[in-house]
Structures are given as C-alpha cells and as structure tokens.
C-alpha cells in the first residue's frame, strides 16, 4: 500500500505540479485588463506592463488619518487602487459612517479596492477558534462586498509559532474559506508571512492554494516576507498570472540581516536591495495584470506628510518599474 508522502515530499515535488498548472484561479476582470491599456497615451506608447498600482493604507497608518482621507490622498498621489484594513473600515462604521457612501467615495476618486487586510484564525486546529474565525471572516466578507473589495489577505494568523500544522488539513481549511468566500463575491488569498513556521515560504503557501482544489484559489506574495522567510524570488516563475492578482510591494535594507529585519525596517521601492528589477519582469513576463499595493511600516515615513509619502512611494515604485522594463 502506498504511504502518504510527508510534507517535506510534497513542497519538493511543488515545482512541477505548479508547472503543470496546478492552480487554476479566475482570470482579472475585464476592467483590470483594461486598467493600464486604457491610460492617457496608450495608443502612441507600446504597453510595457500591466500592473494596478495600489496603496496599502499601512503606508500611511502612523499620520492617524480616517479612511475618507486616506482615499482623498490615494486619489491625489495617483494611485490606480487601495487596499485598506478591516479595522479602518470598522473604525469608520463606529463613528456613523455609511459603507455605501464609503464604496462610492473610492469610485468617485477613480480607485478600485484590489483587496483589503483583515485578520481571522482560519488555519487553526482548534475547532472552536477556527469556527469563531470564519464568523470573523463571514463579517470582513460582508464589509468588503459593500465597499466594492474583490479581496481579502487570508495570513496564518494563530500559527506563526507552529510548525507542526498539517498542511494539507490547512488546504481544507482554506477551501472553506473560499467556499465562504463565493458567498459574497470576495476571494481570500492564501498570503506569505516570512515570520511564520507554517506559511512562512512561498512553495507552503502554493500548496496550500494548490490542494484547495478551488478554481479561485490564489496566493499573496510580499517582497518583505520573501526575504525574511527565504524564500528564492525565481519561484515566483512557477506561478500563473492566474495565481496571483496583488503582490505587496516594498524594499529592504542589507541591514539589519534577514534573522533580525522587522516590518518597520521596510523601504520605498529602489531604497533597499531586493531584486526589484527581476521580479517586474519576471511578472510582466508571466502576464501578471494585477496590484502592486505598497505596504510600508516604516516608523520615520509615518512622522512625515502622508501625501509626500504616499507620492514618494509611487513615484518611487514607477521609477523601479521603468527603468526595469525599459
């Protein structure tokens, strides 16, 4: 009788199941394809990528600033799209804000909300606090359906410090949370976190999609937690376009050294040493149309005009992009 293969088995074999195309998730709709294409100056300028830029409002978090302004300045910076947090949105409820006016606020500005950050257990082994996480991530779905979100960041919460998780229980896990998910219309992501010892590398966190077995299953990379978690950037390469619909973007310093980088060492995009150029064209290469969502918690740009930061960051990223596409 044939055994199961360990787990150390599967993420080895991970290569070729994800050359095979073994994630199968829904394509961009037609208005991310068309995103970039239909910028001013499209016709008389060959299209180099198709990247969404966005802005994770986690740039901007220290200026304390309400969500409605945070939009105002995303729109004021140039941003295509945002990706706020769940905890911004529960904030703006609270003190008698309406998510239907919140929702029409991002359209009026001309930003879509590629995705948004919310925090629920759903890889857990405890039963009941997975149980209490999918009402959690039942109540995140809610608020991104009304504001417009397409999607949310499905992180390890509750097993950074486990390595003994099952991952293949924990694909089962994520199937549930998509399966959820379709009820609303908002896809969660399977997200790399560096720190963590469960889906701490890239090839954990494609397993996981992979043996979902969901036609929407997809994965959130972060420049940041490749690095920390060691993860090679030229795995990217085994993804899909499909696979992959936000990548949050940063940089990192050569100091303080990977066991001891944190997220506030992150810097603008060009300000630090990570293969930046590699990765955009290794994704404009793969077709990759989606976000670029800056995701900053650097502590000093948090003491600074969060409007020069927010068009600091972009003009920053831009700068990255052109010159490695050029």
């Known amino acids: 009788m044939r055994t199961r293969p360990t787990r150390r088995e599967v993420i080895a074999g991970m290569g070729a199941a994800l050359a095979a195309g073994a994630i199968h998730a829904a394509g961009a709709s037609e208005a991310d394809r068309s995103r970039t294409a239909n910028l001013p100056n499209a016709e008389s300028k060959p299209v180099k990528h198709n990247f969404i830029y966005c802005l994770n409002t986690s740039t901007i978090k220290g200026q304390k600033l309400t969500l409605v302004e945070e939009i105002d300045i995303a729109a004021k910076a140039g941003y295509h799209a945002m990706e706020p947090w769940i905890s911004e ?50 109540r995140n779905y809610d608020l991104c359906a009304q504001i417009g979100a397409k999607r949310i960041a499905a992180p390890p919460l509750g097993a950074t410090d486990r390595s003994d998780i099952d991952l293949h229980k924990a694909a089962e896990r994520y199937r549930a949370l998509l399966d959820l998910g ?34 929407k299953a997809c994965v959130l990379a972060d420049v940041y937690h490749l690095y920390k978690g060691g993860s090679p950037f030229e795995g990217l390469n085994l993804l899909s376009a499909s696979s992959m619909h936000d990548f949050h973007l940063n940089d990192y310093p050569a100091d303080p050294p990977r066991d ?17 150029g590699e990765l955009f064209r290794d994704l404009r290469n793969m077709g990759y149309n989606g976000a670029l969502s800056i995701e900053l918690f650097n502590h000093a740009y948090w003491q600074q ?21 050029a």
């Open 182 to 215: 379709d009820q609303f219309g908002v896809v969660p992501q399977v997200e790399v976190w560096g720190f963590s010892k469960t889906l701490g590398r890239l090839g954990e966190a494609a397993l996981v999609a992979i043996e979902s077995g969901h036609p």
């Open 305 to 325: 005009d969060a409007l020069t930061v927010a068009k600091t960051a972009l003009d920053k990223l831009k700068a990255v992009v052109e010159k490695s596409l």
């Open 260 to 276: 001891r980088i944190g997220d506030e060492h992150r810097v603008y995009p060009g300000d630090g040493i990570a293969p930046l």
């Open 89 to 138: 949105i529960d904030e703006h409820v609270k003190h008698g804000g309406s998510l239907k006016e919140l929702g029409q606020r991002f359209k009026d500005r001309g930003l879509s909300v590629e995705s948004a950050i919310g925090f629920f257990e759903w890889i857990v082994d405890d039963d009941v606090r997975r149980a209490k996480a999918l009402e959690e991530a039942k």
